[in-house]
């Protein structure tokens, strides 16, 4: 006797549109191939976030492409206080997060930057 299995029921979709896609891990690696960006430094760099009101939420990461390379003592130095940061060490962590978006080898992260407005 050949017993067969119901179908699988399907979830019905709450209606509540999801939030774009925001990490791409080959940008991340890209990001974490350069050393810390604060001159002199030189040390091995983590991705440091730049986040600000528009970019980001409570508990929510901003998109890979405003990552920066720096190591851990300066990520841990910068958090939360870029424009401090920049003025300190005398690095546009801005400008230097849209470079590297912009060199990115990751084509699919690019993509979605241009298409919000990057």
């Not at 958090?79 to 690095?91: L, M, N, Q, S």
């Not at 962590?93 to 930057?113: F, G, I, N, Q």
């Amino acid at each position: 006797m050949d017993v067969r299995l119901p179908s699988k029921r399907t979830r019905p979709r709450s209606g509540i549109e999801r939030a774009a896609k925001r990490a791409w891990p080959r940008h991340r690696r890209y990001v974490r191939s350069f050393v810390c960006a604060v001159p002199d430094c030189g040390g091995v760099s983590v991705c440091c976030h730049l986040r600000t009101a528009a970019n980001a939420g409570t508990g929510l990461k901003p998109a890979d492409w405003y990552t920066v390379p720096l190591c851990d003592n300066h990520h841990a130095e910068q958090e939360g206080r870029t424009a401090w940061f920049e003025r300190k060490y005398g690095v546009d962590l801005w400008a230097l997060a849209e470079r590297l978006a912009r060199t990115s080898p990751d084509k699919t992260m690019k993509e979605a930057w241009r298409l919000s407005g990057g």
